[in-house]
């Protein structure tokens, strides 16, 4: 049944071009260590991002270039310099790091307001759901004020970085909604779809870690 799936899918999103992510979140989200664990199916030890790692990831018959871009504080300001031609901005919460919940609010604002990322879709890996204490999704959509966004179409998914729960769930959101995309002009890079153009209805919400809703938008 799944093989048949993948085969149905291949013939209706034949994979025309590589799409690209950036990978945004503060310090110590686990950006890291989401990235090796969908290139490399395993949890890796980790360092803090300093500057940017560039991975591939691939799900289905699409191929993504993954931009993971540093967190911290005098890294941030340079993450808009990668959005130009991004297809989908994947972001990293610590949900136990109530501390800086309103940093990344601040920062999540920024990316949804930044004009290169205007059609983009958003995921929002809301992070170490495995911890006591920490924020579900739900509480961290509030947090964030996503409610409010009608410029993206955008998804909270509930995760845990070490095990790879909810990850595959995360990229199966993010593919549904880049897969309609136009190919990239010869040339040049991918541009960002525009926020008119045709997409899917947004993925049923995949149960999120721990029996938690996954909210996901209307955009
Ligand atoms: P980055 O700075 O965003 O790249 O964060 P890292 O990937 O380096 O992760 C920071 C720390 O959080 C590391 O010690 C990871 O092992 C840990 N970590 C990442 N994801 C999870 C998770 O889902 N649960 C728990 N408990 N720890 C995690």
Redesign the pocket.
């Known amino acids: 049944m799944g093989q048949l799936f993948s085969s149905l899918w291949a013939t209706l999103f034949p994979s025309s071009r590589t799409y690209r992510l950036v990978l945004v ?11 090796y664990r969908l290139h490399l199916g395993q ?1 890796v ?5 300093v500057g940017c790692n560039v991975e591939s990831w691939s799900h289905r018959n699409l191929a993504f270039e993954v931009w ?1 871009l540093g ?1 911290q504080a005098n890294l941030r300001p340079s993450w808009a310099t990668y959005y130009r031609g991004t297809d989908a901005a994947v972001v ?1 919460v ?1 949900c136990t790091d109530r501390a800086r919940i309103g940093i990344v609010k601040s920062e999540v604002g920024a990316l949804l307001g930044h004009e290169h990322l205007a059609g983009a879709a958003v995921l929002v890996f809301a ?5 006591a204490g920490a924020m579900g999704p739900a509480e961290l959509t509030t947090a964030l004020g996503l409610d409010a966004v009608r410029r993206q179409a955008w998804h909270v998914q509930g ?5 790879g729960e909810g990850l595959v769930e995360g990229l199966e959101w993010v593919s549904q909604r880049v897969a309609h995309l136009p190919p990239a002009p010869v040339g040049g890079v991918a541009p960002a779809v525009a926020p008119a153009a045709p997409a899917p209805a947004p993925a049923a919400a995949a149960p999120a870690t721990a029996g938690t809703p996954a909210p996901t938008s209307t955009a």
């Open positions: 979140g503060l310090d110590n989200a686990g950006k890291t260590t989401i990235l949890a030890e980790t360092h803090p991002t993971d967190g990293v610590d992070n170490k759901q495995d911890c995760c845990c970085g070490l095990t």
